[in-house]
Every structure is written in C-alpha cells, then in structure tokens.
C-alpha cells in the first residue's frame, strides 16, 4: 500500500496522515461499536433543525480523549491525544499513548508518530476533528435527527445527534453537551455504514495550566492564495478540478510555500472543498527535479489508498504533480483525480 507523501501534512491534508501511521498488523480482537456505544445510524431519531455546535478549540481548556481509526475488518488503531485550547486561537494536541488494530493494551507511541502530530497538530484540530460548514450546504446535503435522552461524555451530558448524508457519501454522529452544544465526540461512517474514524472525550478540565505549553505553529509559511498575484511563486496556473462530487463547494484555496522543504517540489496550490462536513482537498505542486512516478507519453501513474475512510490519490503528469484527500469512496476521488486532467 501506498504512503501518502511528507507534502499531504504539509499541504493541509492532515486528515490523512494519522490514518496512515504505520500501526501493529495484529488482526486479533473484535470490531467497535460507534460512539456512545450504539450505532446511531441504524437508531430511529426525531428530526431537528441543523445544530449549532461549539467546539474545543473555541474554549480555555484542556481535554483528553481517544482517536479511533477502523481499518477493513472493523478494527481500531487507538490514540490517546492530548488537547490544549486558550479561546483566543492557540492550540497544542500531543499524542500519548499508542494501541495497534485490535489491540487492548496501550504502548507509549513511537518517535515517528510523536513527530507527526508535532508538525500537523494545527492540521488535525482545524481539517481532522468534525467541523459543521454553511447551514445552507448542511440543509442540502444532510438530514438531522436526535436520539431522545442523554449520554455521558467525560461526565457531561451529551445531546446524541445524526446526520444522513442524503448523496449517500456516509452518514455522521455527534456528540454535544446539552449545556452548551460543545462537541465532546463523533463518529464518521463510511457509505455502507461501517464506522471509520471515531473521536471521544474522556476527561475536560475548563481551568487548565498552560505554563509549559509549546503551542502549534506551521509547519510551513501559508497564506490564501490570490488569483493572479501568486501564480508566480507557483511556476503554473492551477487546474479546477471539472468534477466535484454533489453538493460540494470551493471552501478555501491555499499557497503553501513549501519548496524550501521539498527537495525537487515547488510551492503547493492547495484547495478546499466541502459539503458541510466531508472535506476534499485538492493540491497541485509543480516538479523541478526528478518526478517521483512513472510518466509516459504525457499520462501518469496514479497511485492511491484508504485507510480509515480517508482516500489518496496522488500522480504526476509532466511538470505536474497533483494529489486528491478525502473522505470519500475512491472511485469518487478517482473521477475528481481524472478530471483534472
């Protein structure tokens, strides 16, 4: 199986990245259930308006909490994060601890893993973690129903929430504190309703210490990119992906300056697409050295995977090298791969 490139952390593709730690091949053990132990995608819930979440990194805080990645027997790797928020903007996420598929004891993680999350922490709270995009997107593309009563998460109560994803793309579960819709956990379902990435919090501690914090920064200068003015720190002007799925839009597009850490790679067109809450990333970089895959008579090898629900596609065409990240199925990350050329 393919590993994604170093560029994909680098490239806000982070979402990537930690599904694709190299992990224990153990196949022992038993599949999960979802959050809050039921599978809310198959529970009858009352129909309710689009919520209103808040979320972690909007809050003076620190929190733990577990990261669950499926793989396709239905069992998790595990990850144990530590997550520091001041409100105004500064986050650090630290891993602490480290289980393989289907392993019961935690393991202290290993130096590659520690540096991942070091480098891409910003990433993984801004584009891993759940985040709601427009009401009109999330009206659209989802249809919202809640299960009655409450469940505890890290001791508070929690507001159990669905969202149908009406393409069939893959369903979603919440999990938000009835007192203030802070959302404390979520499940994500692959099309055929088996869970593919899950996040819980164990524990919140809303007086926290940062006294010896080191909080995140980038781990290569970026900036929004703006038509025209920065197409020559790209060396290209960027293709428009002529497919998107239904539903989607244009969230955001990015120039990272990354060649400065690329060897044989330029700066990085990194755009942004959603439907409320699957994120597709589409970034394009141009060659200067040596291409990395096969290239012959102007088409290219592409390359790709899924690990957890989150698919890669990445090829290079003649001066060119483009990748396409998403939570999506493959084929649909295929067909938005090829229309680009």
């Known amino acids: 199986m393919m590993r994604p490139s170093l560029v994909l952390g680098l490239s806000l593709c982070a979402l990537a990245l930690v599904a694709c730690e190299p992990g224990s091949q153990n196949q022992s053990g038993t599949q999960e259930a979802s959050v809050g132990g039921q599978n809310l995608a198959a529970a009858v819930g009352v129909a309710i308006s689009i919520p209103q979440f808040q979320y972690p990194e909007q809050f003076d805080l620190q929190s733990s909490r577990e990261l669950h990645i499926f793989n396709s027997l239905g069992l998790a790797e595990r990850f144990e994060e530590n997550l520091h928020s001041d409100g105004t903007g500064q986050i650090a996420l630290l891993v602490e601890n480290y289980a393989g598929a289907g392993l019961p004891n935690w393991s202290a993680p290993s130096a590659q893993l520690l540096g991942s999350y070091y480098d891409r922490q910003s990433y993984l709270v801004k584009y891993r973690d759940l985040h709601l995009g427009s009401k009109a997107s999330l009206h659209r593309n989802f249809r919202w129903s809640e299960q009655p009563g409450v469940v505890l998460v890290a001791g508070i109560n929690c507001r159990r ?18 007192s203030n819709n802070l959302l404390l956990g979520w499940t994500a379902f692959d099309p055929l309703g088996h869970p593919t990435m899950k996040l819980e919090t164990t524990a919140v501690n809303f007086a926290p210490n940062h006294s010896n914090v080191l909080w995140a920064s980038p781990a290569v200068a970026e900036h929004p990119y703006v038509d025209g003015n920065d197409e020559p720190k790209l060396g290209f002007p960027p293709i428009e992906p002529q497919y998107l799925p239904p539903g989607f ?38 060659i200067v050295g040596t291409p990395g895959l096969s290239i012959i008579s102007g088409s290219s090898l592409a390359m790709f995977a899924t690990v957890g629900g989150i698919g890669v596609v990445e090829g290079d065409f003649p001066g060119l090298r483009a990748y396409v990240v998403g939570q999506l199925p493959m084929e649909e990350l295929q067909t938005i791969y090829g229309s680009l050329f």
């Open 161 to 178: 929430i669905h969202a149908h994803s009406v393409e069939g793309l893959g369903d979603f579960d919440f999990l938000a504190a009835v």
């Open 249 to 286: 839009y244009l969230l955001e597009k990015r120039l990272l300056l990354a060649n400065a850490v690329l060897a044989g790679l330029g700066n990085i067109h990194a755009a942004l697409y959603s439907d409320g809450i699957h994120l597709l990333f589409v970034a394009q970089q141009k």
